[in-house]
């Protein structure tokens, strides 16, 4: 059982930058490949990013590609999401997930999730 909380969303101006991160707890967390996920409203949910057990292999989204970037410190059960140049059609609730196997960019291969965080980008 994976537990996910995210945080570091919020509202910021057009162009400008945030990071969210993502804790798990247990302590297999080396074990999950991670990724990160957003839904706007009234839109299906959508795959962002992910990263594999290592951090070696890295995948996303072709609109964010060149702007956001995913790590992870498996010394702090954590991942992160640096977004960069953010435009208003980034605004979206912004989920972590984590599965037991190789990465995947789709989200019925995920496991476990977090409740979200709000990033609002204002134009």
């Known amino acids: 059982q994976v537990q996910l909380v995210e945080s570091g969303g919020g509202l910021v101006q057009a162009g400008g930058s945030l990071r969210l991160s993502c804790a798990a707890s247990?302590?297999?967390?080396?074990?999950?490949?991670m990724g990160w996920f957003r839904q706007a409203p009234g839109k299906e949910r959508e795959f962002v990013a992910a990263?594999?057990?290592?951090?070696?292999?890295?995948y996303y989204r072709d609109s964010v590609k060149g702007r956001f970037t995913i790590s992870r410190d498996n010394a702090k059960n954590t991942v992160y999401l640096q977004m960069n140049s953010l435009k208003p059609e980034d605004t979206a609730v912004y989920y972590c997930?984590?599965?037991?196997?190789?990465?995947?960019?789709?989200?019925?291969?995920?496991?476990?999730w977090g409740q979200g965080t709000q990033v609002t980008v204002s134009s």
């Open positions: 997930a984590a599965r037991n196997h190789v990465i995947a960019t789709t989200t019925e291969r995920y496991d476990y």
């Open positions: 990263i594999s057990w290592s951090g070696g292999n890295t």
């Open positions: 247990g302590r297999t967390f080396s074990r999950y490949s």
